[in-house]
């Protein structure tokens, strides 16, 4: 089929809206959300997101919003503040997941389940152009996944583009039993597979269980990721970010896999971390330096 597809086909394949002399790719085809679909299905398919639990948000090239804008609400919705702000934000286009809304049913229905959201010029307020119909907003999370966009743009000079808060169970169950602190949760997960300091050589930030969707939350995950790529909320989940939908879900699957491999080898061995076969520190310090790692030393000893 050519560029100009029928409207029956746009319909066929799950297009949302179609106006009269917009031609393009549909948005739910766009390389950028059938990325962003994905990783809700495989989410979903890894048990991470009971109900609505968790929540995404990916930061549009300027190429994808000029081949979505065909597809943008002739009114958008008014704008909503935020009560956060972020001038390096300012303009910016946002894919997110609704609130309330099931990242198990994004596939089935994206433009119900989520939305594009245009940020105004001062970076404080967002307004719906595409999808969340009927009466959706962005995920409860937004005000977090915004500020947190803000520190990991400068962190990485603008390569970060994904967020992505999931609720894996291995990882909250650690932080039933283990010191809410970053580096005794970062040391447990990077020795429980010799992959993991290369994945995350910066460790993984924490925080105390705190009231979710609240903007202590956000504030609090936001001064963790200007170091972290990665944020555990104690009792509640985990914050990852990526430069791609690829290593935001990688980086998740493999904190969720440290965890439940620490797990399971804290009840093998009676409780106790005292474990027969550990990696030890000098072998943190043989992968960092073969792989050449920016390794967070104050977590080492
Ligand atoms: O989106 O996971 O933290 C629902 C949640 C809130
Ligand atoms: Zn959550």
Known sequence: MGV????????????????GAVSGVAVENQAF???????????????WHERNGGNVTYRMTNAEVDAARPFFYDNPSSWVAMGVQAGNLSGAFFVTTGAGR?????????????????????????????????????????ASHFMNHSVRVEATGGACRVLYHA???SVIALTKVMPLDARTITRALWKAMTEC??????????TGT????????ARATSELMKTYEAVIWANHGLFCSGSDFDSAFGLMHAIQKAALI????????????????????????????????????????
């Open 197 to 206: 300091v290369i994945l995350f050589p910066a460790g993984v930030g924490v």
């Open 102 to 142: 099931y990242l198990r049913n994004v596939e089935l229905d994206p433009s119900y389940n989520v939305g594009i959201v245009e940020i105004n010029r001062t970076g404080d307020a967002w307004r719906l152009v595409w999808g969340l119909r009927d009466g959706g907003r962005p995920t409860s999370e937004f």
């Open 33 to 47: 959300m059938r990325g962003f679909i994905r990783l809700c299905s495989d989410g979903w398919l890894q048990g």
């Open 262 to 301: 620490h797990g399971q080898a804290l009840m093998m061995n009676g409780g106790s971390a005292e474990f027969a076969n550990t990696i030890s520190d000098d072998d943190l310090r043989a992968i960092a330096r073969t792989y050449n790692l920016a390794v967070n030393e104050a977590f080492l000893d």
């Open 167 to 169: 609720h894996p169970e």
């Open 210 to 217: 705190m009231v979710p969707g609240g903007i202590d939350l």
């Open 4 to 19: 100009f597809e029928s409207a029956q086909g746009m319909f066929d394949k799950g297009a949302s809206v179609v106006k």
